[in-house]
Nanobody, 115 residues
Framework: QVHLVESGGGLVQPGGSLRLACAAS????????MGWYRQAPGKQRELVAR???????NYADSVKGRFTISRDNAKNTVYLQMNSLKPEDTAVYYC?????????WGQGTQVTVSS
């Protein structure tokens, strides 16, 4: 059974940084495209960043230059480094794994940016 477990969320002041991690219990983790999504109250879930199995990345326009996604295939873990955080980054952040029809979600971790 596949599990994605996010960690690293919390409360941070505007301009601060957080690093999210997602540990995946997936066989052949290295072949999956891994992503981070977020959902703010009253809004739809949106893609934040994605990294493919050949380390190609793409980002939402709202986070370009501030967030960085990376992966460590030896640890079956994907990371999201978030810098220069803004109040509008407040959301539940979800980890996602995708390979063909194999599609998995984590439970989410809350990120709150507030003074």
């Amino acid at each position: 059974q596949v599990h994605l477990v996010e960690s690293g969320g919390g409360l941070v002041q505007p301009g601060g940084s957080l690093r999210l991690a997602c540990a995946a219990s997936i066989s052949r983790f290295n072949i999956y495209t891994m992503g981070w999504y977020r959902q703010a109250p009253g809004k739809q879930r949106e893609l934040v960043a994605r990294i493919t199995n050949d380390d190609s990345t793409n980002y939402a326009d709202s986070v370009k230059g501030r967030f960085t996604i990376s992966r460590d295939n030896a640890k079956n873990t994907v990371y999201l480094q978030m810098n220069s955080l803004k109040p509008e980054d407040t959301a539940v952040y979800y980890c996602h794994a995708l390979w063909w029809s194999n599609n998995y979600w984590g439970q989410g971790t809350q990120v709150t940016v507030s003074s």
